[in-house]
């Protein structure tokens, strides 16, 4: 069983930065793959970013791609979504999500969720 939290979310104007958190329990963190997803209003949960277990793979959407970085640190069971240059459209609540296998870019392959924290970008 993995118990995620997120922080770090905020108000920020156009061009502005934040950094994510999401911290886990549990001692097998470090075997778990990680995602981080977000969500508007009216829209499905999206895609955003994911890590494998060593950190040594990530992978990004389209969207994000040079402005958000991926990391995580095995020791601190933490990771997080650095996020440069945000635009009115990043805003959205954000969930982390762990994974017992590779990195996936479909939410109904990961295993644990977050309760979410709020970004809100404005112009």
């Known amino acids: 069983q993995v118990q995620l939290v997120e922080s770090g979310g905020g108000l920020v104007q156009a061009g502005g930065s934040l950094r994510l958190s999401c911290a886990a329990s549990g001692r097998t963190f470090s075997t778990y793959a990680m995602g981080w997803f977000r969500q508007a209003p009216g829209k499905e949960r999206e895609f955003v970013a994911h890590i494998n277990w060593s950190g040594y793979t990530t992978s990004y959407a389209d969207s994000v791609k040079g402005r958000f970085t991926i990391s995580r640190d095995n020791a601190k069971n933490t990771v997080y979504l650095q996020m440069n240059n945000l635009k009115p459209e990043d805003t959205a609540v954000y969930y982390c999500?762990?994974?017992?296998?590779?990195?996936?870019?479909?939410?109904?392959?990961?295993?644990?969720w977050g309760q979410g924290t709020q970004v809100t970008v404005s112009s």
């Open positions: 999500a762990a994974r017992r296998s590779s990195g996936s870019y479909y939410v109904y392959e990961y295993d644990y």
